[in-house]
Structures are given as structure tokens and as C-alpha cells.
């Protein structure tokens, strides 16, 4: 029987790349995203042409109703549910410094950011404990997080406070679902080039030039699908509760 992930987010950019290439892996895909199905018809093309197991739910993870109907969708068409990927992410509207950033901007990028991972999780992780185990695993949960969270950007810190959160609810549910055969595990992308970055390219074009990445290129939506598809295996039996960074080197501390 083929397992089904569920990827926010999963229409474009990162979430795309992570679904077309769990679909190459042979998953059954729920992808997720806020748009109307008729605007994402060139990507959802592209995963039909690779899988026709696919089930495309519009949806805002920011609200309660439409995370249960994520997974209720999900498993009135497949069945079950081996992977979660919770990808969805904003960034906010207005970058402001940390003193004149609104309430109504930190409500925003952490109800979409880190609330919804620890609901929909949540959600996710009842549903696997009713499943039996296959080798001893019951499922998956992988967080994408982001370099944000250890390196401070003082005009999004909202964004920042997020992502930090991400990986404490990645410590959190691990504990918890380790002995349950649940793995969690969290991707922290560094600059990668997306939507969410073209309009600061020029920045990091420069910071390129300059060094500040190891490896010295944009890092790509494939890269973080890459680390995905490792996690959503069954090749990772004895480790949980970890980070991989997939950031060209940019977390190593450099004198």
C-alpha cells in the first residue's frame, strides 16, 4: 500500500519542490495552500504528469476548522497518513524594527508559522497512533524551520520568534511520540531562492560574493526536498528530535 504525506504550503516554492519529490518517491501527496486550485494548474500539472495520487485541499493553517478538514480530506481519500510536512510560512506583511512591530503582524506570522505546526501536528499524530506500525514506525512529522531561528533579524522579529518556536515544538513532540513510533524532526533552510526572497536578492547576491556561505550559491527548493525525502524514508530508525541545517555552511561559526 502506498503511504500519503501531507505537505503545506506544498503548491509552490519549497512546498512544491518537497511535493513533487516525495511524489517521485512513490507517496500518495495532499498538498495544501491558500490559493484556488485554478491558480496553481502549471505546478499541479507538473505533479499530475509524475503521480495522479494527489489531492489538492485549499486551506489556511492558521485556522482550526481548516486543519481538521486538511486531514479529514486527506484521509477520505487515501486512507491513511504516514507523513506530515508542515512547510506553510509567512513572512511578515511589513518588515519593522523590533520596537515599532505591531501585535497584529506577531499574531499573523505566529499563527501561520508555529501555531499551526503544534495543532496541526497535533492532529497528525492522533491519527498515526491509531495506525499499526510497519518496522516499528507509526509515522512522520518534519518541521521546515529556518536559519531564523538562531541568527536575529532585529525588522522581522516575529518571523525570528517563529521559527525559534518550530524548534522547540520539534523537541517537544519528538519526546513525546518516540516511544510511540512516531519520528520528528526539523529542516532549517538558510537562503534559498523563493518568492519570499526575491525581493531582498540583491542582498544576498552580495553577502554571496562576499563569503558569508561556505558554499557559495543560493541554496534551491530542491535542496530542502532533498533533506525531506531522507526523513520521510525508513532509513532514520534511531534518531529523532534532530535539526539538519540546509544552509550552505552558514551556521558554522567562522573566525
Not at 94 to 119: G, H, I, P, Q
Not at 196 to 225: N, Q
Not at 238 to 255: A, M, P, W
Request: a neutral charge.
Amino acid at each position: 500500500m502506498k503511504k500519503t504525506a501531507i505537505v503545506t504550503g506544498g503548491s509552490r516554492g519549497i512546498g512544491f519542490a518537497i511535493s513533487l519529490r516525495l511524489a517521485k518517491d512513490g507517496f500518495n501527496i495532499a498538498l495544501a495552500g491558500t490559493r484556488p486550485e485554478s491558480d496553481c494548474n502549471k505546478n499541479l500539472d507538473t505533479l499530475s504528469a509524475v503521480t495522479g495520487d494527489y489531492l489538492y485541499i485549499q486551506a489556511n493553517v492558521a485556522s482550526t476548522e481548516d486543519r481538521k478538514r486538511i486531514i479529514d480530506e486527506t484521509l477520505n481519500r487515501f486512507g491513511q497518513l504516514d507523513v506530515l510536512v508542515n512547510n506553510a510560512g509567512v513572512a511578515p506583511k511589513v518588515r519593522a524594527d523590533l520596537l515599532e512591530m505591531s501585535e497584529e503582524s506577531y499574531d499573523y506570522v505566529m499563527n501561520t508559522n508555529a501555531k499551526s505546526v503544534m495543532f496541526l501536528s497535533q492532529l497528525a499524530a492522533q491519527v498515526m497512533l491509531s495506525q499499526s506500525p510497519i518496522n516499528g514506525k507509526r509515522g512522520t512529522i518534519i518541521n521546515i524551520g529556518s536559519c531564523s531561528a538562531e541568527v536575529a533579524s532585529v525588522n522581522r522579529g516575529e518571523y525570528c520568534v517563529s521559527k525559534a518556536g518550530i524548534s522547540m515544538l520539534t523537541k517537544l513532540y519528538a519526546s513525546r511520540l518516540a516511544a510511540e513510533g512516531i519520528f520528528v524532526h526539523e529542516i532549517r533552510p538558510g537562503v534559498i531562492q523563493t518568492d519570499m526572497t526575491a525581493g531582498v536578492s540583491e542582498k544576498y547576491d552580495r553577502l554571496i560574493k562576499e563569503g558569508i556561505f561556505p558554499i557559495a550559491r543560493w541554496g534551491k527548493a530542491e535542496d530542502v526536498a532533498d533533506a525531506v525525502s531522507v526523513f520521510a524514508g525508513d532509513n532514520f530508525l534511531y534518531t529523532t528530535g534532530n535539526c539538519i541545517d540546509v544552509d550552505g555552511g552558514f551556521h558554522i561559526k567562522r573566525l
